[in-house]
């Protein structure tokens, strides 16, 4: 039978492990995130430009192809991503802040 030292510290190297692990996983998807945020405004811009309106119109009167994928034209899957982003970022920070705190 281990004795509680043992025990205690192959469970810290469990979660220090653990930890190196989630943190090198969401270094990467912080990269991606950041190098998406440039496209993301693109998405952004477009959705209250008046581009947006003349496609949706245009798709609405068979002037684009009935095969094109288009659900940016949605008003909802729009506002559904934009709102998302927003509780993720509120999410990052409440986060962080429970990071730094310790």
């Known amino acids: ?19 190196a692990d989630i943190f090198k996983e969401l270094d990467a998807v912080l990269d991606k995130l950041e190098e998406n945020l440039a496209d993301y405004k693109k998405l952004d811009e477009y ?9 949706v119109e245009d798709f609405n009167n068979g002037v684009l192809p009935q095969d094109l994928k288009c ?6 899957g ?5 709102g998302e982003n927003h509780e993720l970022a509120i999410r990052m920070v409440e ?3 429970k990071m730094l705190r310790r």
């Open 1 to 19: 039978m281990k004795n509680d030292k043992i025990k205690r510290v192959e469970e810290m190297e469990r979660i220090m492990d653990k930890s």
């Open 95 to 97: 986060i962080a802040a």
């Open 78 to 82: 729009a506002y559904d991503l934009f």
């Open 47 to 55: 959705y209250s430009s008046e581009n947006w309106f003349l496609d």
């Open 71 to 76: 659900g940016v034209l949605s008003e909802d």
